[in-house]
């Protein structure tokens, strides 16, 4: 049940909980960004090692501060990408599920550290685009903490 996109768009609000199976993370509130071209998702401890065990080259990271997780992806990109600032900065990519809405997508998303940000996960408009989605910022207006802490 992937890639479900319809001649039908799917209505999204600016915020929407998401979850990302392959990265235990469950029901977090993404910020749903048309400003952003591409998604990320907060991760720490980012780094290109070579596995002991079978010696290929693997991204390790950490999702959201999760101690007790470490990721290893045999398959990823790195791209440059420019910052809100407009300083452009490496980042590596990755390809996971995502559910939005109780439906199952594949998104290419970015790693980053977002710790100075409210949310922990960012979806762009290019996964909105691929899977035709409209946002309507009426929707889940409650998860607008609007200058809350940070994660």
Same mark, same amino acid.
């Given at each position: 049940?992937?890639?479900?996109?319809?001649?039908?768009?799917?209505?999204?609000?600016s915020?929407e909980?998401?979850?990302?199976?392959?990265?235990?993370?469950?029901?977090?509130?993404?910020?749903?960004d048309?400003?952003?071209?591409s998604?990320?998702?907060h991760?720490t401890? %980012?780094?290109?090692?070579? +596995?002991k065990s079978?010696?290929? /080259? =693997?991204l390790?990271?950490?999702?959201?501060?999760q101690?007790? #997780?470490v990721?290893d992806?045999?398959?990823?990109r790195?791209?440059?990408?420019r910052s809100?600032?407009?300083?452009?900065?490496k980042?590596?990519?990755i390809?996971?599920?995502?559910?939005?809405?109780?439906?199952q997508?594949?998104?290419? %998303?970015?790693?980053?550290? +977002?710790s100075?940000?409210q949310? /922990? =996960?960012?979806?762009?408009?290019?996964?909105?685009?691929?899977q #035709?989605m409209?946002v309507?910022?009426?929707?889940?207006?409650?998860?607008?903490?609007?200058?809350g802490?940070?994660?």
């Amino acid at each position: 049940m992937k890639d479900m996109t319809s001649d039908t768009p799917i209505t999204v609000g600016s915020f929407e909980y998401v979850s990302l199976p392959g990265l235990k993370m469950d029901n977090v509130v993404a910020k749903i960004d048309t400003g952003a071209y591409s998604g990320a998702i907060h991760c720490t401890d %980012i780094k290109v090692v070579r +596995r002991k065990s079978d010696g290929i /080259e =693997v991204l390790r990271f950490k999702p959201s501060n999760q101690n007790d #997780n470490v990721f290893d992806f045999e398959e990823f990109r790195t791209v440059k990408v420019r910052s809100s600032s407009g300083h452009q900065i490496k980042r590596y990519l990755i390809e996971t599920d995502i559910i939005v809405q109780h439906k199952q997508y594949t998104i290419r %998303i970015g790693l980053t550290d +977002r710790s100075d940000m409210q949310r /922990e =996960v960012l979806i762009g408009r290019r996964f909105l685009r691929q899977q #035709n989605m409209l946002v309507d910022v009426r929707i889940n207006q409650e998860l607008d903490n609007d200058g809350g802490g940070k994660i």
